[in-house]
């Protein structure tokens, strides 16, 4: 039944386009390669589809007859490949609704009174992004009419589409002084560190070592002991939660060591990345500790900012650890971090420790872990315009040396002997082996890069990028986006659902038009469950984003909106369902 409905789609897709509205996204496309790649796509697919009964109208699936109701007035010609109507009654009144739609646009433009607000908004600090955009040679990344990236970003004629890039909560650009600076290492400073007396190690270790000085700076550490270079805040996470469970709950030989074991709780939020769920799952299986969260529906107000009241509830004298995010990567909600730790030291265990998430703040706006006193802080690096392979944990110096080391190895030793060893104090003591000495380079040079711009001009300019994105979808038709709604401060990222149309086909759509957006779970499958979705879009904004990035992907957005509800119970048909409750299965993309 999927397979039929995902031919039949298709094929009305095509057919559609052919005469629609929005042919012109269309227009280079081989009709012949189009309706070929997508019937041998379909056929790949299933193993119960009987070609032979192929018709524009009927399928035979699985010894059941499945007719669609759009593509039943079309008939596709066997000699010549060609798709035609045969009913061409239909035309006058689409080319009549397309000129209708065209004239309601030009009587709307020359009409003061119906100017959008849009049109006259103006961001204060206007001159951020285009002061940036030469750092950034990708983002003149440019793609034909089928959605192909162009080999010359030059090309200027009216068929290309310029990247429009809103997906920097998953990774950020890289500028141009941080893949420079990477270049650079490899030609003129490549070496190991640490464990060189000539010039190269000696640089190399310089380098390396700096960037350690820089981070400590950026999230104003109390010492450069206090920052572990990891491959991303995953790893960062998950070294504090492993060695807290190293023992499995059994009381440490170093009565120093810091441990969980049966009868602690360790408290999360329903909210959380994967990554600040699943290491604490494991840690707990290990350490025999309970493991609490607070449910997304108690998690936030009916404005959508964090309810400190039904966190509190949670906190007990055994809670032993608290992680949370700063800033969630699906709603965009802002945690107000300092009343949760007052509240944390206030009613959870004496000993209790906090972890903070940083991956979408640290990018977005200044960090201050003294202000903040949490205990640790994981942090990413290629969110901050850092290359991929580097992050950190950030965490106070005498809770890290508390810590037994997370992986044996050169670097973290002070002494080897055949039946024991010791150990040195932290950075070392967490970094085994050979470190990702240019990654660490490149993050240094992103530090520098966005100090030099400044990250309260950064957080204040998405601030209010951010509030213009979430004003402009809340007037587009069918769009429910998720999180805080207006005049509730949030990041600069929405997360959305349109009804029937599935979040991958949306983004295919925008994608064509070179629109990058991101759809799935976003790693947060419990939050969506939550939510009662299996899968939401994403927009996500960087200080290279301008207002007219915005005003494109809603443009693009509000077509493929319309496009969709063209083919009527194509996407709106009972079969598909709507999302709703996690339903995976009833509920698939077209493409």
Known sequence: ?????????????????????????????????????????????????????????????GGRRWQSPIVSSLSVSSSSSKITSTSEEDQPR???????????????????????????????????????????????????GDGKILPDSDDTSTSTKRLIYLDSAATSQKPIPVTTALTDYYLRSNSNVHRGA?????????????????????????????IVFTSGATEAINLVASTLSQTCGKPPQNARELYLTEGDEVLI??????????????????????????????????????DLRSFEELLTPQTKLVSLQHVSNVLGTIYPIQAIVQLVRTKAH????????????LPHMPVDVQSLDVDFLAGSGHKMCGPTGIGFLWGKEDVLNSLPPYMGGGEMIRDVYMDNSTYADAPARFEAGTPPIAQAVGLGAAIDYLETIGMERIHDYE?????????????????????????????????????????????????????????GHHCCQPLHRALGYSHSARASLYFYNTKEDVDRFVEVLEETLRFFGSLGNIVDGGEGGNGKDGDDEGFVPIF
């Open 198 to 226: 000539h010039a190269l190690s000696r640089e190399a270790t310089s380098l390396y070592e700096s960037s350690r000085d820089k981070v400590a700076k950026f999230v104003n550490a109390r010492s450069r002991n206090e």
């Open 94 to 144: 689409r080319d009549k609704e397309s000129s209708n739609h065209s004239q309601d646009h030009d009587d709307e433009e020359g009409s003061e009174a119906n100017r959008p607000w849009w049109k006259d908004f103006q961001l204060k600090d206007s001159s951020l992004a285009p002061s940036v955009l030469a750092d950034f040679p990708i983002l003149q990344t440019t793609f034909d």
């Open 269 to 306: 939020t329903e909210n959380e990345h994967h990554s600040n769920i699943v290491p604490w799952q494991m840690a707990c299986r290990r350490s025999g500790a309970t493991l609490k969260y607070l449910p997304t529906n108690a998690a936030c107000t009916a404005s959508g900012e964090f």
């Open 350 to 361: 004496p000993g209790a420790k906090i972890l903070l998430d940083a991956c979408q703040s």
């Open 463 to 519: 601030m209010e990028l951010g509030d213009y994105l979430r004003r402009r979808l809340e007037d587009v038709e069918g769009i429910t986006v998720l999180g805080p709604g207006v005049g509730t401060e949030r990041a600069a990222l929405c997360a959305f659902v349109a009804g029937n149309v599935h979040p991958s086909d949306l983004s295919t759509f925008l994608d064509v038009e070179g629109v990058a957006i991101r759809a």
């Open 1 to 61: 039944r999927r397979s039929a409905m995902a031919i039949s789609n298709l094929v009305a897709i095509f057919v559609t386009t052919q005469n629609h509205q929005f042919h012109n996204m269309y227009s280079k496309m081989s009709k012949e390669t189009a309706l070929a790649t997508l019937l041998a796509l379909s056929l790949h697919s299933s193993d119960h589809f009987m070609a032979s009964s192929f018709t524009p109208s009927r399928f035979l699936v």
